[in-house]
């Protein structure tokens, strides 16, 4: 059978590591970076996304033309083989050619002024600069980019008004070409700077190629001449002008005696430079400034030599909460920011007023999962928080931060009201979905990391699992969380939870080569599924009457939930293991997600293949149906999140109840019913429903909650399986310290004044004297059994001594 590839509606993700990966279309419409292999082209207002695929690993360079007819992206390779670089049309969004002349890793790519030229610059392993000819498509030339002296070359900068020149920087060096087309050779000068070295991480130059700025590694900013007479010759060697610093304001000062200037924190990362002779700097700490550099005469002043001179002027400050790595002017009244914690900002030049446009993962994802029976939201888990998202425009509706702690798994309980997830610090924590805000608690839940977490649908009991191989069973009320039972089968870390139809089975994997069917009414094992794999998920049928598993051997099993016989065996990959797995709601099809980045579509009676959707560039981590499975999900490794649109139409078929040796009469499985719509339900009705967040608006931000250990919420003190403290129970709400006192005075007073405690321990006292005194016959008859008692030990004691008297005559 054909494969087909799936389609793409749009992927939630920006790789803000990557230095320059923000870039801006010559239309002002729309934006252009990279996510994993794919270069994404997005329009700023209406969101809509396209994207140019045909690398092979992750994208490290990407570029516009001036003309804006060509996009040109560089990637990574492995070590020992060459990087490829693609021309893009712009307009048909298709490849118009490609070389692979650079080694490992391309680190940065630009257009010449008239975009007849491509200049390309590889990484520290190839340190060439390659000249491709955009119109004949071919190589015309190349050269070393830095001296032998000179460390690694970092940057590529072209002219404003000559087309065939560019600047490069790096390490301890800085460098003007000029590239000769009829000789097919580029030619490179340095740049004087005296006794000066930087590391220059950016350079901008001025409209009419008279001066260059350098942003420094150091945090201050080099000033060059570049005495440019005509516009393919130069009048003298480029010269520096200056280092500048900022200059000192407030309370903060620095000795400028001993040599001590104030600088950028985290490196000048980006600079942007206007037409008021004003600039804007990105440094790595976040900060966003506007700057001017001023005219000061030091001649006169007695100071020490300055490694920098104080010229900055700051004029208004923002800060974006990340290293700056990409910016850039948009409409001449806003800057647009690229972070390295994946998010980009919009800021106004007039009042430097902040608006968050594009946020991701930065790091890996670990879990995705949508609402019962509602589609329209999906929240994601990955390291320090967790994310609700709107399928239709992939905007962030809400974020909960837990810092410096990794969410490994969640879900939505039935009703939509709760989301509980599991942290590897050992702790499951229930939030609401509207404002993010702490439910419950279950400290040490798990002895180690938890991994794994599920809730039957009347949301009564909860089931965990973690990385010392426990599955714990939880009772779940609003007051407190009780531990019902400790199931302690499996020798490996649980990866995986699901839960039967009828809320009764349940299946956990593990990386012990094992898959156990629970029951969790009885608290019981029921059968055990065994494989050599190190299982990494495994899921009910929607009928509950088979099991689907996953894992490191590349297989997909089929298993009989009955007798746990296997049923079926075929090859899920032939690279990587298969890390997840998913069905869809009517059961007809299946999708799986592994570490050779392709998610594959199935189905499910005849195992084959239909679409396979290559777009992401690290390992998959988790994919999930839709409710009402017109979508698949899929996240991966490097914070990626790819939307694909499902090819089948899904048959939404009400199940009759079935009774079979796998499906028992309190099995039966219910009727489906229709998905919630949130037009359906009305505010009133919305409450913390997680259909309430349909409701925000556009425009507006995020709802952000961040939880600084558990100081949000007073958990309960209770320990349902300790026992119970000798203490008034009507105290509550008490410390440690005057519990240790209550107990004190326990041992030694008897509860006084008006408390009820102390009224049940009064009539305990005197039942328990009118039973110790009782009536007179009673008294009476208790006396007579003692001298009973007092007479039959005298008459043996007797006995004794006259047996012994009589053996001592007989031995005389």
Not at 325 to 333: A, F
């Given at each position: 059978?054909?494969?087909?590839?799936?389609?793409?509606?749009?992927?939630?993700?920006?790789?803000?590591?990557?230095?320059?990966?923000?870039?801006?279309?010559?239309?002002?419409?729309?934006?252009?970076?990279?996510?994993?292999?794919?270069?994404?082209?997005?329009?700023?207002?209406?969101?809509?996304?396209?994207?140019?695929?045909?690398?092979?690993?992750?994208?490290?360079?990407?570029?516009?033309?001036?003309?804006?007819?060509?996009?040109?992206?560089?990637?990574?390779?492995?070590?020992?083989?060459?990087?490829?670089?693609?021309?893009?049309?712009?307009?048909?969004?298709?490849?118009?050619?490609?070389?692979?002349?650079?080694?490992?890793?391309?680190?940065?790519?630009?257009?010449?002024?008239?975009?007849?030229?491509?200049?390309?610059?590889?990484?520290?392993?190839?340190?060439?600069?390659?000249?491709?000819?955009?119109?004949?498509?071919?190589?015309?030339?190349?050269?070393?980019?830095?001296?032998?002296?000179?460390?690694?070359?970092?940057?590529?900068?072209?002219?404003?008004?000559?087309?065939?020149?560019?600047?490069?920087?790096?390490?301890?060096?800085?460098?003007?070409?000029?590239?000769?087309?009829?000789?097919?050779?580029?030619?490179?000068?340095?740049?004087?700077?005296?006794?000066?070295?930087?590391?220059?991480?950016?350079?901008?130059?001025?409209?009419?190629?008279?001066?260059?700025?350098?942003?420094?590694?150091?945090?201050?900013?080099?000033?060059?001449?570049?005495?440019?007479?005509?516009?393919?010759?130069?009048?003298?060697?480029?010269?520096?002008?200056?280092?500048?610093?900022?200059?000192?304001?407030?309370?903060?000062?620095?000795?400028?005696?001993?040599?001590?200037?104030?600088?950028?924190?985290?490196?000048?990362?980006?600079?942007?430079?206007?037409?008021?002779?004003?600039?804007?700097?990105?440094?790595?700490?976040?900060?966003?400034?506007?700057?001017?550099?001023?005219?000061?005469?030091?001649?006169?002043?007695?100071?020490?030599?300055?490694?920098?001179?104080?010229?900055?002027?700051?004029?208004?400050?923002?800060?974006?909460?990340?290293?700056?790595?990409?910016?850039?002017?948009?409409?001449?009244?806003?800057?647009?920011?690229?972070?390295?914690?994946?998010?980009?900002?919009?800021?106004?030049?007039?009042?430097?007023?902040?608006?968050?446009?594009?946020?991701?993962?930065?790091?890996?994802?670990?879990?995705?999962?949508?609402?019962?029976?509602?589609?329209?939201?999906?929240?994601?888990?990955?390291?320090?928080?967790?994310?609700?998202?709107?399928?239709?425009?992939?905007?962030?509706?809400?974020?909960?931060?837990?810092?410096?702690?990794?969410?490994?798994?969640?879900?939505?309980?039935?009703?939509?009201?709760?989301?509980?997830?599991?942290?590897?610090?050992?702790?499951?924590?229930?939030?609401?979905?509207?404002?993010?805000?702490?439910?419950?608690?279950?400290?040490?839940?798990?002895?180690k990391a938890a991994s794994a977490v599920v809730i039957t649908a009347d949301g009564k009991r909860l089931i965990s699992g973690g990385c010392d191989g426990q599955v714990r069973i939880w009772d779940i009320k609003p007051d407190v969380q009780r531990l019902v039972s400790i199931l302690k089968e499996h020798r490996g870390p649980i990866t995986s939870l699901c839960i039967s139809s009828n809320n009764e089975d349940l299946v956990s994997s593990s990386?012990?080569?094992?898959?156990?069917?629970?029951?969790?009414?009885?608290?019981?094992?029921?059968?055990?599924?065994?494989?050599?794999?190190?299982?990494?998920?495994?899921?009910?049928?929607?009928?509950?009457?088979?099991?689907?598993?996953?894992?490191?051997?590349?297989?997909?099993?089929?298993?009989?939930?009955?007798?746990?016989?296997?049923?079926?065996?075929?090859?899920?990959?032939?690279?990587?293991?298969?890390?997840?797995?998913?069905?869809?709601?009517?059961?007809?099809?299946?999708?799986?997600?592994?570490?050779?980045?392709?998610?594959?579509?199935?189905?499910?009676?005849?195992?084959?293949?239909?679409?396979?959707?290559?777009?992401?560039?690290?390992?998959?981590?988790?994919?999930?149906?839709?409710?009402?499975?017109?979508?698949?999900?899929?996240?991966?490794?490097?914070?990626?999140?790819?939307?694909?649109?499902?090819?089948?139409?899904?048959?939404?078929?009400?199940?009759?109840?079935?009774?079979?040796?796998?499906?028992?009469?309190?099995?039966?499985?219910?009727?489906?019913?229709?998905?919630?719509?949130?037009?359906?339900?009305?505010?009133?009705?919305?409450?913390?429903?997680?259909?309430?967040?349909?409701?925000?608006?556009?425009?507006?931000?995020?709802?952000?909650?961040?939880?600084?250990?558990?100081?949000?919420?007073?958990?309960?003190?209770?320990?349902p399986a300790g026992i119970p403290s000798p203490i008034c129970s009507c105290v509550k709400d008490k410390d440690t310290t005057s519990i240790k006192t209550l107990n004190e005075q326990n041992r030694t007073e008897e509860p006084l004044g008006d408390c009820p405690c102390a009224k049940n321990m009064e009539t305990k006292s005197l039942l328990n004297s009118k039973r110790s005194s009782g009536n007179p016959t009673e008294t009476a008859n208790s006396?007579?059994?003692?001298?009973?008692?007092?007479?039959?030990?005298?008459?043996?004691?007797?006995?004794?001594?006259?047996?012994?008297?009589?053996?001592?005559?007989?031995?005389?």
């Amino acid at each position: 059978m054909d494969t087909k590839p799936l389609d793409i509606i749009g992927i939630i993700g920006f790789d803000g590591v990557m230095k320059n990966g923000l870039r801006l279309h010559p239309d002002q419409e729309h934006m252009i970076y990279p996510m994993g292999n794919k270069v994404t082209i997005k329009h700023i207002a209406s969101g809509e996304q396209s994207f140019l695929s045909g690398h092979t690993n992750l994208i490290s360079a990407v570029c516009v033309s001036p003309c804006g007819n060509f996009v040109a992206s560089g990637q990574i390779n492995h070590l020992g083989f060459k990087a490829m670089v693609i021309i893009w049309d712009y307009q048909n969004r298709t490849v118009k050619s490609s070389y692979e002349i650079h080694k490992v890793r391309v680190e940065d790519i630009c257009f010449t002024l008239d975009s007849n030229y491509l200049i390309s610059l590889g990484g520290r392993d190839d340190g060439n600069v390659v000249i491709w000819d955009v119109r004949n498509n071919d190589a015309m030339c190349g050269s070393f980019a830095s001296n032998e002296i000179a460390g690694n070359t970092y940057t590529i900068t072209r002219m404003n008004t000559h087309g065939e020149c560019f600047l490069t920087g790096g390490d301890r060096t800085l460098k003007v070409w000029r590239i000769d087309s009829k000789r097919r050779k580029v030619y490179g000068v340095n740049v004087k700077v005296g006794k000066l070295r930087r590391s220059i991480n950016c350079i901008v130059i001025s409209e009419k190629d008279t001066d260059a700025y350098c942003g420094t590694s150091s945090g201050d900013i080099i000033k060059a001449r570049l005495n440019y007479r005509s516009e393919d010759e130069e009048q003298a060697e480029s010269v520096m002008i200056g280092c500048y610093s900022k200059m000192y304001k407030g309370s903060k000062r620095v000795n400028q005696a001993k040599g001590e200037v104030e600088c950028y924190a985290g490196g000048v990362e980006k600079l942007l430079l206007l037409k008021n002779e004003r600039m804007i700097v990105g440094a790595g700490d976040g900060t966003v400034e506007l700057i001017e550099i001023m005219d000061i005469d030091f001649s006169k002043t007695k100071f020490a030599k300055l490694p920098s001179t104080p010229q900055i002027k700051t004029h208004l400050v923002e800060n974006v909460c990340g290293a700056v790595t990409s910016m850039l002017l948009y409409k001449n009244d806003f800057v647009l920011v690229g972070t390295a914690l994946s998010e980009i900002y919009q800021i106004r030049l007039s009042d430097f007023d902040m608006r968050l446009l594009v946020t991701c993962h930065n790091s890996s994802i670990y879990s995705i999962v949508f609402p019962w029976n509602y589609s329209e939201i999906f929240a994601t888990a990955g390291k320090n928080d967790i994310r609700l998202w709107r399928l239709e425009t992939q905007k962030e509706l809400l974020r909960i931060s837990v810092p410096n702690f990794v969410c490994s798994c969640l879900c939505f309980s039935h009703d939509g009201r709760m989301i509980i997830s599991a942290w590897n610090d050992g702790i499951v924590r229930a939030f609401t979905p509207q404002k993010g805000k702490l439910i419950f608690t279950i400290h040490n839940a798990h002895i180690k990391a938890a991994s794994a977490v599920v809730i039957t649908a009347d949301g009564k009991r909860l089931i965990s699992g973690g990385c010392d191989g426990q599955v714990r069973i939880w009772d779940i009320k609003p007051d407190v969380q009780r531990l019902v039972s400790i199931l302690k089968e499996h020798r490996g870390p649980i990866t995986s939870l699901c839960i039967s139809s009828n809320n009764e089975d349940l299946v956990s994997s593990s990386t012990d080569g094992t898959c156990i069917i629970w029951d969790v009414i009885r608290c019981a094992r029921k059968q055990v599924l065994m494989g050599n794999t190190m299982y990494m998920a495994a899921c009910f049928s929607p009928n509950s009457i088979q099991i689907l598993t996953c894992g490191t051997d590349r297989k997909i099993a089929y298993w009989e939930t009955w007798d746990a016989s296997l049923v079926r065996e075929i090859e899920g990959s032939t690279s990587g293991s298969l890390n997840c797995i998913d069905i869809s709601p009517d059961g007809q099809y299946f999708v799986t997600g592994s570490n050779d980045c392709i998610v594959k579509l199935w189905e499910y009676h005849t195992a084959n293949v239909t679409h396979i959707g290559i777009g992401h560039a690290a390992i998959i981590t988790s994919c999930k149906f839709s409710s009402n499975g017109e979508h698949v999900v899929s996240v991966s490794a490097d914070g990626a999140i790819i939307i694909w649109k499902s090819p089948f139409i899904m048959a939404r078929v009400k199940t009759p109840s079935i009774k079979s040796k796998s499906v028992t009469a309190r099995t039966a499985v219910k009727p489906e019913e229709p998905e919630v719509k949130c037009d359906d339900l009305k505010l009133d009705d919305l409450g913390e429903h997680v259909a309430g967040m349909n409701q925000v608006d556009e425009t507006a931000e995020s709802v952000r909650t961040t939880y600084h250990g558990d100081d949000q919420l007073q958990p309960c003190t209770r320990d349902p399986a300790g026992i119970p403290s000798p203490i008034c129970s009507c105290v509550k709400d008490k410390d440690t310290t005057s519990i240790k006192t209550l107990n004190e005075q326990n041992r030694t007073e008897e509860p006084l004044g008006d408390c009820p405690c102390a009224k049940n321990m009064e009539t305990k006292s005197l039942l328990n004297s009118k039973r110790s005194s009782g009536n007179p016959t009673e008294t009476a008859n208790s006396a007579s059994s003692s001298q009973r008692r007092a007479s039959l030990q005298s008459n043996k004691k007797s006995l004794l001594k006259s047996k012994i008297s009589t053996e001592r005559k007989s031995l005389q």
